[in-house]
T-cell receptor, first 114, second 111 residues
């Protein structure tokens, strides 16, 4: 049973480009969380999704950021028109439905905006 | 709004010492509390999960306790080793599957 898979591991974008970060949860998990971590800072919640639904996006910037978790395929965190301040590590975590509230993390995507 | 604080922010100890990391949360209506470690440039690894009905969990040299009424959890590490050097994070589960992370404690164990 593979763990939470995130790709790419590293992503370099120029200002104004789009960044797409992918997260495949563990098998059988239908809850996905996205977190952002700036250098020397803690994890900041961004969004919580279940299949085809955004449950809580209170931590997501109102502009340029969007997330989805389709019925089939990975969860996608999309950042449009990236700026230097978007440079950070983005972590995805998954949790099983209703059986045990426990988070399993991926290795993260390091986004660098030039 | 749930706020989670970890003290100290950084800790440096000689190898072999026993140590305690602290986690405080403002809203005691939690379901679970989970401790993680994070190595530089890596993701988070789950260490221990304490359900709200439990008071402690143990795994090897690690022991985590939970006191919901006072809004506190502690992570006890026995006989620390250089390999324990990492950042330790606690996370609390509130209603609607909301998970809030603490600020972290950066631990360095000196050989």
């Amino acid at each position: 049973n593979a763990g939470v898979m995130q790709n790419p591991r590293h992503l370099v974008r120029r200002r104004g480009q789009e960044a797409r970060l992918r997260c495949s949860p563990m098998k059988g998990h239908s809850h996905v969380y996205w977190y952002r971590q700036l250098p020397e800072e803690g994890l900041k919640f961004m969004v919580y999704l279940q299949k085809e639904n955004i449950i809580d996006e209170s931590g997501m910037p109102k502009e340029r950021f969007s997330a989805e978790f389709p019925k089939e395929g990975p969860s996608i965190l999309r950042i449009q028109q990236v700026v230097r301040g978007d440079s950070a590590a983005y972590f995805c975590a998954s949790s099983p439905l209703g059986t045990e509230e426990k988070l399993f993390f991926g290795s993260g995507t390091q986004l660098s905006v030039l | 709004k749930q706020e989670v604080t970890q003290i100290p922010a950084a800790l440096s100890v000689p190898e072999g010492e026993n140590l305690v990391l602290n986690c405080s949360f403002t809203d005691s209506a939690i379901y679970n509390l989970q401790w993680f470690r994070q190595d530089p440039g890596k993701g988070l690894t789950s260490l221990l999960l304490i359900q709200s009905s439990q008071r402690e969990q143990t795994s090897g040299r690690l022991n985590a306790s939970l006191d919901k009424s006072s809004g506190r959890s502690t992570l006890y590490i026995a006989a620390s080793q250089p390999g324990d050097s990492a950042t330790y994070l606690c996370a609390v589960w509130g209603g609607y599957q909301k998970v809030t992370f603490g600020t972290g404690t950066k631990l360095q164990v000196i050989p």
